[in-house]
């Protein structure tokens, strides 16, 4: 297994462009979740899925802001009319909720820069 | 409600030094700790975990840390650094009634020669 991937890694949008970013968590991972993290900051958390249901959403999670998780395995997550607060790192993680939740595991992230 | 607090938000060592990152907690219910260290322009990495038993938890790199369940603290320590170890250092809880990490603003450790 090769961890939880992210694409694209790095992603340049103008003002008012939709982006879509895409999440493959670690196969037998049950919980996928999503992370905002701003220059300087820890992760903020966005939302997350066990299996394919929605969970739970952030206050961060504006009406612009969806994700999917379709069948239970890789996410994405769109943001439509990007503006330029947009801009941050977005976080993927997977756990597994086997044994109880004991850890998650991060993809190398996807850097959104908003001009 | 729950979180986490860094107490530094920098700290600079020189090499080979003993270094301690701060970090307490807030929460009403029993937690999980945890240690992510994250290099420029990449994700988190796990250093360490408290998930129950001993309080003192070693992790990769040499880094070690405390459970202090009295003071709500959660310390990360390293006897002697290397300017490799030079990251940002995220303390972060879970706990099972929120279903998610919440994460501290992070520490960045410079780590001078």
């Known amino acids: 297994d090769t961890g939880v991937s992210q694409d694209p890694r790095h992603k340049i949008t103008k003002r008012g462009q939709n982006v879509t970013f895409r999440c493959d968590p670690i196969?037998?991972?049950?919980?996928l979740y999503w992370y905002r993290q701003t220059l300087g900051q820890g992760p903020e958390f966005l939302t997350y899925?066990?299996?394919?249901?929605?969970?739970?959403k952030s206050r961060l999670l504006s009406d612009r802001f969806s994700a999917e998780r379709p069948k239970g395995s890789f996410s994405t997550l769109e943001i439509q009319r990007t503006e330029q607060g947009d801009s941050a790192m977005y976080l993927c993680?997977?756990?597994?909720?086997?044994?109880?939740?004991?850890?998650?595991?991060f993809g190398q992230g996807t850097r959104l820069t908003v001009v | 409600a729950q979180s986490v607090t860094q107490l530094d938000s920098q700290v600079p060592v020189f090499e080979e030094a003993p270094v301690e990152l701060r970090c307490n907690y807030s929460?009403?219910?029993?937690?999980?700790l945890f240690w992510y260290v994250q290099y420029p322009n990449q994700g988190l990495q796990l250093l360490l975990k408290?998930?129950?038993?001993?309080?003192l938890v070693k992790g990769i790199n040499g880094f070690e840390a405390e459970f202090n369940k009295s003071q709500t603290s959660f310390h990360l320590r390293k006897p002697s650094v290397h300017i490799s170890d030079t990251a940002e250092y995220f303390c972060?809880?879970?706990?099972?009634?929120?279903?998610?990490?919440?994460f501290g603003a992070g520490t960045r450790l410079a780590v001078h020669p």
């Open positions: 929460s009403s219910v029993s937690v999980y």
């Open positions: 972060a809880l879970f706990s099972g009634g929120y279903n998610k990490l919440i």
């Open positions: 899925f066990q299996n394919e249901a929605q969970l739970e």
């Open positions: 993680a997977s756990s597994s909720t086997d044994r109880g939740v004991t850890e998650a595991f």
């Open positions: 408290y998930l129950s038993g001993s309080t």
């Open positions: 196969s037998e991972h049950n919980r």
